[in-house]
């Protein structure tokens, strides 16, 4: 007679490949494996999107900073699930563990990156790049708990029934890859409207943690002893009070950050559906700023001479009809609506909420001469090149085209041979297009590149540059606070359909009295800028962006 096995003691963990004992029936508990797989994956994939987009918003150019964490990120997955294959033998206690730290370093990873980005970013020397190496190590850091995941939870699930491996992984990875497109599509869609960066990756931190000790404490809580089950339950409270913690001092977190970034005189700081937009001063004497992604858009102290640069050029010749892309500011039309003999300005702004500011906002409104109060002004609110597209041929005397700078990643499209060729297509025969271009001095290839590129749309250009500007926020491809980093000129292109136009200003009777611009400033500063000129330089397409 065969003698029946002794009953494990309490808290002893089966051996491997036994059955665990579990407190519904296999069926259910396989369910519940799976639906913690689907959360865990949606949670994972949000963590990977919020460092993209915060990163991209912080430092600049989203497909630089997207690569960096996706590659970073799954190569630190496999070396997670090499290194998970030692914690097989304890597979309910390591995948408790490992999503409590998933859900503290993941939910506090957007509040980390920001908080170095606020107060470290104007230190320079080897602060200058803590935000890129911290947003390294969140990507190796998440990747490498993301990984160990999957060897974790392959055990588990196979501990509940046994079946084939290939059967298990198929099963694991659908629940996987199903909770990762949920994930991404609630990031973009529902958490980051609603909730913001912040919140939204603190909050998502909050549902890793409780699906994870939920599953492990409510499931396997027979494979662990005593003392694993009070450390879980221990460092999941601990996680979730650091979380909630967080999240109720967010608001004031991020105004603290915002102060540290912009200085004390933010007066309005909002999220559109397309950017952040910030305004400092305005009142009380100090000058206007407009931030938008944090990149100096506006700076009260020295707008005029950047628009009376970029706009009073092309309207020498006939301007009845001008069309402007971007400037929903309200800025460039205030210089074209000092011309008579414009009929219609026709504004094409991707961001609603910065032209309801420029509206209604009193110093921004004062700065633009209430330009959106004219009759002759008409908003549209929408994409620059699918408005090009639409475009009847030969419409406009004046394309103006204020847009940010070519080297933001948003921005490329805005800046290629397909774009160009649809405003050539949307001016007269003797119609003029002003493209704002990038500082020359700073990044002269990526101006020349602008130069190139209008010319190969059959254009003749004459660039031109102005220079002197204050020095302040970066408004480039990097976000930077540090001073030092502004470009100290702006650079233009002025380009037609026929001949080469004349860089000259109006004169006579309806001509606008400028207060920066002189013609013989405009015909020196052009030389300055022929004197910086790039040759051999690739045409930037939409497929093969140069920027």
Request: charged share 20%.
């Amino acid at each position: 007679m065969i003698e029946p096995h002794a009953p494990a003691p309490p808290g002893t963990a089966p051996p491997r490949g036994g059955c665990a004992r579990l407190p519904v029936r296999p069926g259910t508990g396989r369910f519940l494996v799976l639906a913690g797989v689907f959360v865990c994956a949606a949670c994972g994939l949000v963590y990977e999107l919020e460092l993209v987009a915060l990163a991209s918003y912080l430092i600049g150019d989203s497909v630089t900073q997207a690569s960096v964490v996706l590659s970073v990120m799954v190569f630190a997955m496999g070396i997670g699930s090499l290194v998970a294959k030692r914690l097989r033998p304890l597979a309910a206690a390591g995948f408790g563990a490992v999503e409590a730290v998933l859900a503290l370093v993941g939910g506090c990873s957007a509040l980390a990156l920001y908080a170095v980005f606020a107060w470290t970013g104007d230190w320079g020397g080897m602060w200058a790049n803590g935000p890129r190496c911290l947003l390294v190590a969140f990507s190796l850091t998440i990747g490498l708990l993301i990984g160990a995941e999957v060897p974790l939870l392959m055990e588990l699930i196979q501990r509940i029934r046994r079946q084939d491996a290939g059967g298990a992984v198929a099963d694991l990875f659908a629940a996987d890859y199903v909770g990762a497109l949920v994930g991404g599509l609630a990031f973009p869609f529902l958490l980051l409207p609603l909730l913001g960066q912040l919140t939204a990756t603190l909050i998502t931190g909050a549902v890793n943690a409780v699906a994870g000790g939920a599953l492990v404490l409510g499931l396997f809580r027979g494979d662990l002893t005593r003392r694993a089950r009070w450390l879980l339950v221990i460092a999941n409270i601990t996680v979730l009070g650091v979380l909630a913690a967080a999240a109720v001092l967010v608001d004031d977190f991020e105004r603290a950050a915002r102060y540290a970034v912009y200085g004390r005189d933010v007066r309005v700081a909002l999220q559109t559906d397309v950017q952040e937009v910030v305004i400092t001063g305005g009142t009380h004497g100090r000058p206007l700023d407009l931030f938008l992604d944090g990149r100096l858009r506006v700076s009260g102290r020295d707008e005029r001479r950047y628009h009376e640069a970029l706009v009073h050029p092309a309207m020498s010749g006939e301007h009845t009809r001008v069309l402007i892309l971007g400037g929903g500011d309200g800025l460039a039309a205030r210089e074209v609506l000092r011309y008579p003999g414009v009929h219609r300005v026709d504004v094409v702004e991707v961001d609603a909420g910065v032209v309801r500011l420029a509206r209604r906002d009193p110093p921004l409104a004062k700065l633009n001469s209430h330009a959106y109060d004219d009759p002759r002004v008409h908003v549209m609110t929408g994409d620059a090149f699918r408005r090009l597209r639409a475009a009847p041929p030969a419409t406009y005397d004046v394309v103006i085209s204020d847009l940010p700078d070519p080297g933001i990643t948003a921005s490329t499209k805005l800046y290629s041979q397909e774009f160009y060729g649809l405003a050539r297509r949307a001016l007269t025969p003797r119609g003029r297009l002003a493209v704002h271009a990038g500082p020359v001095s700073s990044r002269p290839r990526l101006f020349w590149t602008v130069d190139t590129t209008l010319r190969a749309a059959g254009l003749r250009t004459a660039p031109y540059c102005v220079r002197g500007r204050d020095s302040g926020f970066a408004p480039g491809p990097d976000r930077s606070a540090a001073p030092t980093r502004a470009p100290h000129d702006w650079g233009f292109i002025l380009a037609g359909r026929g001949e080469r136009p004349a860089l000259r200003l109006g004169a006579g009777e309806g001509a606008p009295r400028l207060g920066t611009l002189t013609q013989e400033g405009l015909a020196a500063d052009a030389g300055v800028a022929e004197g910086t000129r790039v040759g051999g330089l690739g045409v930037s397409t939409l497929v093969h962006p140069r920027y």
